[in-house]
């Protein structure tokens, strides 16, 4: 049986890794394979089954977005809010179950994310709505050791995205829902006079919007960020008090329903989150068992348990935290197994190393102080902080005046505790960032470990195909064209020396390119410091964050849109490396933002690369009367192919390979112009485009530019032919 439900499992998960989705009738095959194989292979039958189930949840799910003009023009949706999620820039995102398209009902119920811009209250979780909104892809940026926001979106069950600036119509729902949200505007109200009140709403009903981004820098650093998502964690530490509370009455049936409704009680404040819905699942069916008084192991509980979670939802599979808390079960067993006397240190530190890899592949990077600083907090949780802010939170009706005196001793813990938490991740700096590179030698060395284990050698091979990997030469030079959606960053590395041009936009809401992009990007590849950062012009787009950069790396040049730095002129020159910076433009600065743009021309004396900011026609016919040499065999396409650029005498003197349009993926501007693209076309050059592929990656070989990817990669959630590919027409 345990090798079955693990073949299901495996099958269903394989929807990580599918380069493309499978068309809607290829089940019928594979289902047909499964049932002939039962009898004789019945692990590959369970194998087969799993990928039947997940390619029909898979079309079943998106199937509505064939539905007609649905991303051309505004919708009338009607729809219940199921997430609602607060950040500290008073921004409000939306997770809703779509019942109504332009009043028709739809079956299933697609997800989808809204982002509230509006001066109204936002509705509340189990609120209906009805309003209209521009519905979009669910599309997210792609680059190397960044954020996957297209699996994010999928493990979520999200299938589209949209803004609303309010509700035509909200209908509260009064039911268990609606007591919730008075009870959470009672602990809000209880609370707010205190100065722990973010990490008591955190804890409790899961609102992390009080949190800054110092905070979450500490929880990260110190390796406790899991101590405030409500999960698997917190419903089981619940649970285990139960257990215990009922074990005083000495009926295990007692303690069963105990931990039952405490667990839910807790899932109920914190609104029923999908991680919260995955924990209650898995502890009513252990609970289930123990009741049921079978002598099932460890192993196929879990088996059995993850095989049911997938079998609801095999878009599970694709949610980061799903597997840390599957892995992190399954670590616990595998020690127990190994030892003979249990211990908390040792539970602790068998779990953080058996942990470790998925850590450092989730997060990149990992905290040397995890193990000693949980082996303190999680007992502190366990048995003081969880089981007072559940008192608390149980009297805030019926004895608000004993309610409020327990959240006061919770916020001198708080206080007292956080500060400590602050000042040791500041005098510690215990979290280590890795590069690719150090993340493949960490796998080897792990790999290599595993030699130790009885007939392991042909793993030999893995760890030596790594290493030998990062023995191959790099590339002398290499441009990597970043994809920021509308805006422009190019980072030119040679080996470790980087130089940036330009760093996408910065918004009000608080996202920008330098922490979701740049940064992580720079982490990806080993590189702590920028050569050179040029920004091109003031635009929003091209300088959002300039500032913020400088403040967050060591820069040893800036050039250009700077208040105090090297502004570009025509003639600057500099060697860097094994290549040379020129400036061909601006003659002088003319108070035209996009005119004013920083012409940076590279080369290495056999390739070369243009950067042409936002300069338009004119700009481009003063750098023609210069009678400068602009040849390049790589060109950024000025403007992100607006056809106020790329003139045809430019294209012509330029004469490039290769040309890169950097456009956000369906613009307003319907960026880059045909006109533009056709011009190209005309001179038979090969034009890329960061909305199709993400990042544009180029390596410098010889007298040639090469690419190291011609198609978008990724697995299938991040291929834009996912959402669009033509499936079993509505009815």
């Known amino acids: 049986m345990d090798k079955r439900l693990f073949s299901f499992s495996a099958g269903v998960s394989s929807l990580i890794i599918w380069p493309w989705l499978p068309s809607w009738d290829s089940w ?71 019942s109504h398209l332009n009043g028709q009902a739809l079956s299933p119920k697609p997800r989808l994310l809204l982002s509230w811009n509006s001066e109204q209250t936002p509705p509340q979780v ?25 699996r994010w979106l999928l493990g979520q069950g999200v299938t589209a995205q949209g803004s609303v600036s309010g509700a035509l119509e909200s209908m509260p729902t009064a039911n268990l829902i609606d007591s919730r949200t008075s009870w959470v505007n009672a602990l809000q109200h209880s609370t707010q006079a205190l100065v722990a009140q973010p990490w008591i709403l955190a804890l409790s009903i899961g609102d992390k919007s009080g949190l800054t981004a110092d905070d979450w820098a500490m929880l990260r650093g110190l390796g406790i960020s899991h101590l405030f998502a409500i999960s698997g964690l917190h419903i089981g530490l619940v649970a285990g008090l139960g257990l215990l509370l009922g074990r005083l009455t000495g009926k295990r049936g007692v303690g069963v329903g105990v931990a039952v409704g405490l667990a839910l009680a807790y899932a109920w404040l914190a609104g029923f989150s999908v991680p919260t819905q995955r924990a209650l699942m898995m502890l009513m069916l252990w609970l289930s068992i123990m009741g049921w008084g079978r002598l099932w192991s460890g192993r196929r509980i879990l088996l059995l348990t993850v095989a049911l979670l997938l ?235 300039r500032d913020y950069l400088a403040r967050t790396l060591a820069i040893n040049q800036q050039w250009g849109a700077w208040s105090s730095g090297q502004r570009c002129r025509a003639g600057q020159e500099a060697s860097w490396g094994a290549l040379e910076l020129k400036v061909l433009w601006p003659l002088q600065i003319t108070n035209h933002s996009n005119n004013d743009s920083c012409v940076l021309h590279i080369s290495d004396g056999r390739v070369s690369v243009l950067l042409t900011g936002d300069i338009e026609a004119k700009a481009e016919q003063g750098l023609l009367a210069t009678a400068q040499d602009l040849s390049a065999g790589l060109l950024l396409s000025p403007h992100h192919g607006s056809n106020s650029s790329s003139t045809l005498a430019f294209n012509q003197a330029v004469n490039p390979d290769w040309v890169v349009h950097t456009a956000g993926f369906a613009n307003r501007w319907g960026f880059p112009s045909p006109q533009v693209v056709a011009r190209f076309e005309t001179q038979g050059v090969v034009q890329l485009m960061t909305a ?37 027409p509505l009815e």
């Open 692 to 728: 199709e592929l993400g990042m544009v990656h180029l390596v410098a070989e010889g007298e040639n530019w090469r690419l190291m990817q011609a198609q978008r990669p990724g697995a299938w959630y991040q291929q834009l032919n996912t959402w669009l590919q033509e499936r079993k």
């Open 311 to 545: 079998a609801v939802n095999p878009w599970w599979a694709l949610n980061q935290g799903f597997w840390l808390s599957v892995l992190a079960v399954a670590a616990l067993l595998l020690l127990a197994g190994w030892q003979k006397r249990t211990s908390l240190w040792r539970l602790q530190l068998g779990l953080t190393v058996l942990l470790l890899p998925l850590v450092m592949l989730f997060f990149g990077g990992l905290s040397w102080l995890s193990l000693p600083v949980n082996l303190v907090l999680i007992p502190l949780f366990t048995l003081v902080l969880i089981p007072l802010l559940l008192l608390a939170c149980l009297l805030l009706w019926p004895a608000p005046s004993v309610a409020a005196g327990v959240f006061r001793l919770l916020d001198m813990l708080f206080s007292h505790l956080m500060n400590g938490l602050h000042n040791l991740n500041e005098l510690a700096s215990p979290w280590i960032w890795l590069s690719a590179q150090q993340l493949g030698l960490g796998f080897a060395l792990l790999l290599l470990s595993l030699l130790l284990l009885p007939k392991a050698r042909m793993l030999m091979l893995l760890p030596l195909s790594l290493i030998a990997l990062m023995l191959l030469p790099a590339p002398k030079w290499e441009v990597r064209v970043l994809d920021v959606g509308q805006g422009l960053s190019v980072l030119v590395t040679q080996g470790k020396r980087a130089l940036l041009y330009d760093t996408g936009n910065r918004f009000s809401s608080g996202f920008n390119m330098a922490d979701a992009v740049i940064l992580p990007l720079l982490r990806h590849l080993g590189i702590t410091q920028l050569d050179y950062l040029v920004v091109s012009h003031d635009d929003q787009d091209h300088s959002g964050n």
């Open 28 to 98: 019928i095959p594979l289902l047909c394979l499964a049932a002939v194989g039962w009898q004789r292979r019945p692990m590959l039958a369970c194998l087969l089954l799993g990928l039947v189930w997940a390619i029909c949840y898979s079309h079943w799910q998106l199937n509505w977005l064939q539905y007609p003009t649905l991303f051309t023009r505004a919708q009338i949706i009607t729809a219940q809010v199921k997430t609602v999620q607060f950040t500290n820039n008073q921004n409000t995102k939306l997770i809703v179950r779509l």
């Open 126 to 150: 189990g609120d209906d709505m009805q309003t209209i909104t521009q519905l979009r892809l669910p599309h997210g940026l792609h680059n190397p050791g960044t954020f996957s926001r297209s």
